[in-house]
Every structure is written in structure tokens, then in C-alpha cells.
């Protein structure tokens, strides 16, 4: 006999980088400033652009575990539950 499983509601591939880039877009800028030795942020710039998620990296890696597992916490709930609604595509 032949089963079936239901799909997954929500297929969302979702990184904690995207969380880092998202939530705590402060801080990535601030990171990018010091990586670039730039004062102001411009992402028309392709340098900074390319460095972005290099910047989020360095930002996760620099949290203390309990503000990391929040993070990853937020991975897991928008696979289970799908993005806010603020964050969704329009």
C-alpha cells in the first residue's frame, strides 16, 4: 500500500545569517564600518555589499551563547511557522 505525507506547510529556507542581516541590521553596519574603514554605509558601494554577510558572521559570532540561541530559536520558529508578516514578500 501507497501512502502519502502531507507537505510541510511552510518550506522556508532560512539561515541565521538572514536573522543577523534582518534583526540586527545595526550592528552589521557598524561592523561594516569597521571592516571597510568607512563612515557611512552605502550598499550602491559593491565592497560593501560583498561584505555583508562577512559582517553578520563576525556580529553572530561576537553574541554570547544565550543571544545566539535566540537566534537559532528564530530559525527554527519561522521554519515551523513561516516569516512575520512584515517580512514576507509582498
Do not use: C, H
Request: aromatic share 8%.
Amino acid at each position: 500500500m501507497v501512502t502519502q505525507e502531507a507537505a510541510p506547510k511552510f518550506n522556508i529556507r532560512i539561515s541565521p545569517l538572514e536573522i543577523i542581516w534582518s534583526e540586527y541590521k545595526d550592528l552589521v553596519e557598524t561592523e561594516l564600518k569597521q571592516m571597510l574603514d568607512i563612515n557611512t554605509v552605502d550598499f550602491s558601494n559593491p565592497e560593501v555589499f560583498r561584505k555583508r554577510l562577512a559582517a553578520a558572521k563576525n556580529v553572530l559570532d561576537n553574541m554570547n551563547a544565550g543571544e545566539q540561541e535566540e537566534v537559532f530559536a528564530k530559525v527554527e520558529q519561522y521554519k515551523e511557522k513561516g516569516l512575520p508578516e512584515d517580512r514576507q514578500r509582498q
